[in-house]
Structure formats: C-alpha cells, structure tokens
C-alpha cells in the first residue's frame, strides 16, 4: 500500500513538472543547441577598496621653463628681454630672445636656485616686444605676472612636476615713420621699438652734418662724432659712451638692413639737432633739424686767439654777452654769444690802474649802472660797477663836454677802467646786468 502511494506521488510530480516545461527527457536533452556563454559584468569595489595614490613628498626644481606662441605677421625686428624674479622683488634670472615676422614660437629656460614645487614666480617683460598673456591676464613693457610651479601624483604614485608653461607674445608692428630734416622730406627708414624711435645711423647722422660716423667691426660698434664730442653705439647692447661716460639706452643698438639702428632723441639732443615728433597712431611724423654741434665745430677753426682764449677758460655769463679785460694788452674785449661760442664783437683800448693802485683780477658781474661819478674838476660816466669800488667808465670829462684826459693804454686809474666815452656809449647800451666781467693781467 506504501509503495503504490509512493508511485502515485511520483506520477503526480511528473505531470506537474511537464505543465510548466521544466522537464525534459534524456533525449530531448541530447538534441537541444547549446547557448552560448556570457560573463557578468564585474561588480563596482567598495569606497574602501578603490586603489589611491601614495602620498608623495614636495619635489623640487632649479628650473622654469616657458614656451611662447606668437604671430608673425608684421613683427618688428628686436631683441626682447625677460627677467624673472621671487614674489619678494628679487631677481633671480634674465634672459633674451630675437624677434622677427618669421619666428612663430619660442621657448624661454631660467635657471634659479632649487626651489620646492608649489612656489610662485613674477616674469617680466623689459622690452623687445608689446605684450605677454598667461590665461586672461595680459602684460606690457615693465609689467610683472606672477603664475605658481605645481606638483600632483598619477596614477603609478609618480610626481608630476609643473615648472613648465605655455604663454603668448604679442610683437611690436611696424609703423610707419615720415622723417623731415630742416622741411624736407628724407626716405630713412625708422622703426618704433618699445615706444622708442630708431633710426639707421650710418644714413641718418649725415643728413645731419654730421660726417664722422664709423663703423668698427672689431668692437661690433659704431662711433658718431663731432669734433670731440662721440657717441660709441655697442651693436647688441644697451651700453652706450655718451662724451666719454656711461650710458643706457632704453633699448640695445639693433643690426638690421645693414646698417646700425639707435635711438634718435639721443643721437639729436647729444648734437644739439632740435626735434619734434608727432605720433598719429598708426604713423609718425619727425621733424628734425640740422646739428648746431657741427655749425659751432666748423666756427671753431676760424677762432682768433682771443676767442679761442675765452673758449678754452671756460667762461659763462647769465646773459649772451662777457667782458674780458686784459690788463697786459690795455683792452677791453666784448664778446657776443653765437651757437654756443663767444665772437669778439670789438676789442676797446683802455687805462687801467697804476701799480700801486692797480685793477682787480678775477671773474666778477656787473651790477650796477650810474650816471655818473662826480668830481671837483671833472667827471665820469656812465659807469659799470663791477666789484665794490671797481667799475668800468669814461675817461676823464670836463664838465663842458671836452676832454678833461683822453687817455688810453695807460697806467693811470685808481683801480678803474677807463674807455673813450663814444665806446663807453656804446658798451652801456648793449651790456645787460650780470653780464661776466672777467680781469686779467694777461
């Protein structure tokens, strides 16, 4: 009776599994096509089991490396010059780079003390080009930016380290430059480089007058020269010698178009070559005149000895005129400033003091103009008082006009100097005060 339970729940069990399909037989099994084989995809790991970068520490570096872009287009030719610098304003590298319409990129490499990453460095632009920008901050000649090194670790625990960038120059353009020397237009090729105007010296001094210019290959400078006055230009530099001293242009003496580029203010004030510059932006007009220097070297060949006399004493005065009185040769010399020289103008026999009263010797002003002194048997006048009692005057007059005593080239004065009263007219309305009264026995 168990077993036939037994059969009957296993039939019942049977039909059931075959309702659902669950069940095959032996040879539906062995007929049936395989399906192929598929791999779940791979669970994502616990926050806790996500693999992190060992910690690393701060690496450093003697360097700063930055690569510039630019574009060409129109680049006036220069020499741009860089300076690097802590955020503390202390320099710590400088460097040059050559610029021209062909060069498109360029990179820059300062070597400075080992610094830890992360430090933060100030770049300058000192000239040679208009602009740098890193992101949106964009600076010009004499600006700073600063931007920071940096160091992170990948995925190998490997330090990345950040002393390298990318920036972008902007270049000087060309500007045009209409050049007119005494009125007349001159095709000289100018350039504008850092806001200052270059001009080709080896062309443009002679157009001048000035005839001295000499190229020296041995130095890689050039001289320019008026009389004893030079200027030498150090083709590269900024170091000039200006009559003999030092001096620094705001921008370095260019080599271009065969020929020496230098600053023209310095090359037409240092020989006095009056200047006016008017910029309209996008062209410049300059007009210049001719050197005044070279006028006056070309006068100074034909000095006579007295002129060459007071040229070599040295002698100023605040006014455009000076006295010179030579005791040894009884005159007095009157001088008128022309270009920057004294030119005798007349030289006025005159008395001077007796040996035992004699005339003053020195540099002195004339201070003080008077009618005249009075006396009981004569007079003088008008007198030009130049040191206390000391003064030029006329020679000795009656009270009638006539000569009391004419006498010139003579030893007779107090101290005084006596000229005939026509000159002495004459000189008193020409003199102005604080002209330089200058006495010698020579």
């Given at each position: 009776m168990i077993k036939f339970k037994g059969l009957i729940f296993l039939l019942c069990l049977n039909v059931v599994l075959s309702c659902y399909g669950l069940y095959a037989s032996a040879e539906e099994t062995s007929n049936a096509v395989s399906a192929p084989e598929t791999t779940a995809a791979p669970l994502a790991p616990k926050a806790e089991n996500i693999p992190t970068a060992a910690p690393i520490s701060a690496p450093t570096a003697s360097t700063v490396i930055i690569d510039f872009t630019m574009n060409p287009t129109d680049a006036l030719p220069s020499t741009a010059y860089f300076e690097l610098y802590d955020t503390n304003g202390t320099l710590l590298d400088y460097t040059s780079q050559t610029i021209n319409n062909t060069i498109t990129s360029f990179t820059l490499t300062f070597r400075v003390p080992e610094y830890t990453l992360g430090k933060t460095f100030r770049l300058k632009l000192a000239y040679g080009m208009k602009s740098i920008t890193y992101y949106d901050n964009?600076?010009?000649?004499?600006?700073?930016?600063?931007?920071?090194?940096?160091?992170?670790?990948?995925?190998?625990?490997?330090?990345?380290?950040?002393n390298h960038f990318l920036m972008t120059a902007g270049a000087d353009l060309e500007k045009r430059v209409n050049m007119y020397i005494d009125g007349v237009y001159k095709p000289v090729k100018s350039r504008v480089i850092n806001c200052t105007l270059m001009v080709p010296v080896l062309k443009t001094a002679p157009l001048l007058g000035i005839d001295d210019v000499k190229l020296d290959y041995t130095y890689n400078s050039v001289r320019v020269a008026v009389g004893t006055k030079d200027i030498l230009f150090n083709i590269g530099s900024t170091y000039t010698t200006l009559f003999g001293g030092d001096w620094y242009t705001p921008v370095p003496t260019i080599w271009l178009d065969d020929d020496a580029y230098v600053p023209l203010r310095l090359l037409a004030e240092a020989f006095d070559c009056p200047l006016s510059v008017y910029d309209h932006y996008d062209y410049m007009d300059v007009m210049l005149s001719g050197s005044r220097d070279v006028q006056k070297y070309i006068s100074l060949s034909n000095l006579s000895k007295k002129e060459q006399y007071v040229r070599d004493a040295g002698l100023t005065s605040q006014t455009n005129y000076l006295i010179w009185i030579s005791k040894a040769n009884f005159e007095v010399n009157v001088f008128e400033r022309k270009n920057g020289l004294w030119k005798l103008m007349e030289s006025i026999p005159c008395t001077i003091g007796t040996d035992a009263t004699p005339t003053c010797v020195g540099t002195y002003r004339y201070y003080e103009k008077i009618p005249r002194w009075t006396y009981p048997d004569f007079y003088v006048g008008p007198v030009m008082r130049f040191n206390g009692g000391y003064a030029i005057h006329s020679t000795l007059l009656k009270y009638d006009g006539t000569n009391y005593n004419a006498a010139v080239r003579k030893k007779l004065s107090h101290g005084c100097v006596r000229i005939r009263p026509d000159k002495m007219n004459w000189l008193i309305s020409l003199i102005p005060m604080y002209t330089t009264v200058h006495v010698t026995n020579e």
């Open positions: 964009t600076i010009y000649i004499g600006e700073t930016l600063d931007f920071s090194t940096y160091y992170y670790a990948d995925e190998n625990s490997n330090a990345v380290i950040g």
